[in-house]
T-cell receptor, first 117, second 112 residues
């Protein structure tokens, strides 16, 4: 299967600072990437859909000015958590899909554990 | 819709037994379903998928059953092994687009 890599795997930052998380598709071109957030013992909740070269589409209730998404190339999407607060501490996961036809699964990164102190 | 903040249900099975994990989906327009396995601290890993024009699909040691009438999906794992211990999520999407909605998830604990 295709490989999606996230960096960093974990990060600790101070409240009020910004953190950037990268999501890379290593062996295919990802026309679409998705960003999810997962709190402990809960399911993955979709935050936004990122299309290469265009603005991201955010799910209801997700602040686009707080969670900045950039998808500048077919292999890289970034999520920046701006002015992070402790309640933003979570597991952030990206997935990527390429032009591989309909009804194919998206491939997930290994996730990034963000802790805001 | 989004998954709410519920704690994950847990299924405990004896090693070697078969496991059945159930999932109810909400969108009758969903036409593609996937089961994912998530180990602690890792991203979801694809297990098996099924399209809505099928009611059963088999993989290696896993079988997915789909009942569209009652919007129910199940994952059967044969001869469950300790390495199968993880959280299992069903996911649905519609229109052949890879945007998926995840179910609540079930934690599978395998007792040696």
């Amino acid at each position: 299967g295709a490989v999606v890599s996230q960096h960093p795997s974990w990060v600790i930052c101070k409240s009020g600072t910004s953190v950037k998380i990268e999501c890379r598709s290593l062996d295919f071109q990802a026309t679409t990437m998705f960003w999810y957030r997962q709190f402990p013992k809960q399911s993955l909740m979709l935050m936004a859909t990122s299309n290469e070269g265009s603005k991201a589409t955010y799910e209801q209730g997700v602040e686009k000015d707080k969670f900045l998404i950039n998808h500048a190339s077919l292999t890289l999407s970034t999520l920046t958590v701006t002015s992070a607060h402790p309640e933003d501490s979570s597991f952030y996961i990206c997935s990527a899909s390429g032009d591989r036809g309909l009804y194919t699964e998206a491939f997930f990164g290994q996730g990034t554990r963000l802790t805001v102190v | 819709g989004e998954s709410v903040g519920l704690h994950l249900p847990t299924l405990s099975v004896q090693e070697g037994d078969n496991s059945i994990i159930n999932c109810a989906y909400s969108n009758s327009a969903s036409d593609y379903f996937i089961w994912y396995k998530q180990e602690s601290g890792k991203g979801p890993q694809f297990i098996i998928d099924i399209r809505s024009n099928m009611d059963k699909r088999q993989g290696q040691r896993v079988t997915v059953l789909l009942n569209k009438t009652v919007k129910h999906l199940s994952l059967q794992i044969a001869a469950t092994q300790p390495g199968d211990s993880a959280v299992y999520f069903c996911a649905e999407n519609s229109g052949g687009y890879q945007k998926v909605t995840f179910g609540i998830g079930t934690k599978l604990q395998v007792i040696p």
